[in-house]
């Protein structure tokens, strides 16, 4: 999940090679206000250069997404091709990566995503990780943060984690960046993703990364982070997971299907969850699945919408979605056959053996705090060592800003 449309920094993709650059630098430099009073860290001067770098490297960005052919399947972490980024933060270097994961058919998958590494010596035992998962941005290849120009800007609090000396990695989620295996509120298939790029920070040379793990996630990111909290023990056992930390966390998904399905953000969510399910889970849905589920008019636009990215294309998403509130569903997804068993199924509900951080937003209106409260009272009544903060002022758009303090010093706790 994301924020509502508009109210996040700007995925600062360009969506059309035909774009003019120096049109989407302007762009981009006008949003620069919104995300330095979001905490991004970032002086304005500094993040417009890199933005500036980012755009005239755009152009030969493209080929480096371009998938294998043929693609050898390789084990799980797997680096395939990296190559340095421009405009990184100051006292840091990131490299962009392609890396074999797994989905949630355990079938080989590449995907992509950003290594990004403090400057100065690591410590002898290396650097612990932080995987980071991003909030929505969309679910097609051109919607991944790592292929932007500015692909560091949703990496909410990463300034702060490279000054305090972490690694930090971030998926894009297969399909993203390269086309691939639906992902999105997947569990398996997002927390292979998350798992598997630590795995492929730690065979870099440069880069110094230990056995370390931190999870880090906000919304789509928080569930993720949630799920491969669950998997890591299993996946990944030569990671030594310390802790998942989730900011406006997707939990119970039929919770907040009913919760949101009433208006423009519910419409685009449901959309990108009801296309990622029909294609990843065909086999076990009805002939027709979105058919099954969706009026004619949400079977007929829910591919449209799927190819359009939430954070730069909401005009065109808006304009898709809107005539659909109270015209999208035919049928619950929340009792119709098939489809809620995956609902739960992708909902997690596990005891977690390592510490939770939770922190939501009273005023967030896409991720209802009495959802993110009754995960919390779940996992607490499980013996799970949770902390958990709600933030008065907190909205789904700044929450996992708002909480930066309080995480970084739960972190500095646990490493």
């Known amino acids: 999940m994301a924020a509502h449309p508009g109210r996040s920094p700007q995925h600062v993709r360009a969506h059309s090679p035909r ?28 993040f417009a250069a890199r933005v500036g770098e980012g755009a005239l490297a755009e152009p030969a960005v493209e080929t480096f997404y371009a998938s294998p052919t043929p693609m050898a399947s390789a084990p799980p972490g797997t680096v395939v091709r990296a190559e340095s980024v421009v405009g990184a933060p100051p006292g840091a270097r990131a490299s962009r990566v392609l890396y074999h994961s797994t989905d949630a058919a355990g079938d080989d998958t590449i995907v992509s995503g950003l290594v990004v590494v403090p400057d100065g010596p690591a410590p002898q035992e290396g650097r612990i990780i932080v995987s980071w998962a991003h909030p929505t941005t969309g679910t097609a290849p051109r919607c991944a943060p790592s292929s932007g120009i500015a692909p560091f800007a949703l990496v909410e609090g990463l300034t702060d984690l490279l000054a305090d000396g972490y690694v930090v990695v971030a998926t894009d989620y297969a399909g993203m960046g390269i086309a691939g295996a639906p992902s999105f509120l997947i569990g398996e298939t997002e927390a292979a993703n998350v798992l598997d790029i630590a795995r492929a920070a730690r065979t870099m040379s440069d880069v110094d990364a230990g056995n370390q793990l931190l999870l880090w996630g906000h919304s789509q990111g928080g569930h993720a982070a949630l799920f491969a909290a669950e998997r890591a023990a ?24 009913n919760a949101d399905i009433g208006d423009v953000s519910g419409v685009t969510i449901g959309a990108y969850a009801f296309d990622a399910y029909a294609r990843a889970y065909s086999s076990r849905l009805p002939d027709d699945p979105l058919a099954s589920i969706l009026s004619t008019a949400g079977v007929a636009e829910v591919p449209r919408m799927a190819q359009l990215c939430l954070l730069g294309q909401n005009g065109e998403l808006h304009k898709i979605a809107t005539p659909l509130i109270g015209n999208f569903t035919i049928a619950d997804p929340a009792t119709a056959p098939a489809w809620s068993d995956l609902l739960a199924e992708n909902s997690p509900t596990a005891h977690l053996t390592v510490p939770l951080f939770v922190a939501q937003g009273a ?15 779940a996992r607490q009544s499980d013996g799970t060592a949770v902390t958990s903060h709600l933030y008065p002022d907190a909205d789904h758009a700044t929450i996992a800003l708002a909480a930066l303090d309080n995480l970084r010093a739960w972190m500095r706790n646990l490493g």
């Open 234 to 257: 299993d996946y990944a056992p030569e990671l030594e997971l310390l802790g998942v930390a989730v900011a406006a966390p997707a939990t119970d998904l039929t919770s907040l299907l």
């Open 19 to 46: 774009r003019p650059i120096v049109r989407r630098v302007i762009v981009v430099v006008a949003l620069l206000t919104t995300i330095v009073v979001l905490g991004a860290g970032w002086r304005l001067v500094d």
């Open 363 to 377: 005023k967030d209106t896409l991720i209802k705090p009495e959802i993110t409260a009754a995960y919390v009272a």
